[in-house]
């Protein structure tokens, strides 16, 4: 994660607005496990309605939204991969409890980086994760900009 200063003073709303969307974020994280979709649904919901606010805000929504759209992707895959263990009566492989493990790092990384985005933002910074950071400089421009 990138932590960048930035050269104008954010007010209140902002701040609130963008680390709000991390707080959200990780509440649906732990409350959405057993339905992925539902914590990205969610997170979208609340990017779509911060819409019309600066690009500060939606630049934090929307890393939240991109956050939560590879998380589903992982998690999509260990319940389905679970689903076919159970239905099938296969064995717990290696594989499966590595990918578990894994998860459970990920979602805990993750969580992390929420936190810290939030309490950042809080602080007038302006954190950006690293790939997805830098996509979305491209797609919504100056962060700067209200």
């Not at 779509?48 to 500060?56: A, E, G, I, P, T």
């Not at 895959?77 to 009566?89: A, K, N, R, T």
């Not at 590595?98 to 809080?122: G, H, K, N, P």
Request: hydrophobic share 50%; glycine share 4%; net charge positive.
């Amino acid at each position: 994660m990138q932590i960048e200063q930035l050269s104008r003073q954010l007010d209140a709303t902002e701040k609130q607005k963008a680390s709000l969307a991390y707080v959200i974020s990780l509440i649906i994280v732990i409350a959405s496990l057993p339905l992925p979709i539902a914590g990205f649904l969610a997170t979208l919901g609340y990017a779509k309605v911060q819409q019309k606010y600066s690009n500060f805000v939606r630049f934090h929504c929307w890393q939240a939204v991109l956050s939560q759209l590879i998380l589903l992707a992982f998690t999509s895959v260990f319940w389905g991969w679970s689903i076919q263990i159970l239905m099938s009566s296969q064995e717990i492989t290696n594989k499966y409890l590595y990918f578990a493990a894994f998860l459970i790092i990920f979602v805990i990384i993750e969580s992390v980086f929420a936190i810290v985005s939030a309490y950042q933002i809080e602080q007038g910074k302006h954190p950006k994760w690293w790939i997805i950071g830098s996509y979305l400089d491209q797609r919504i421009g100056d962060v700067e900009k209200y």
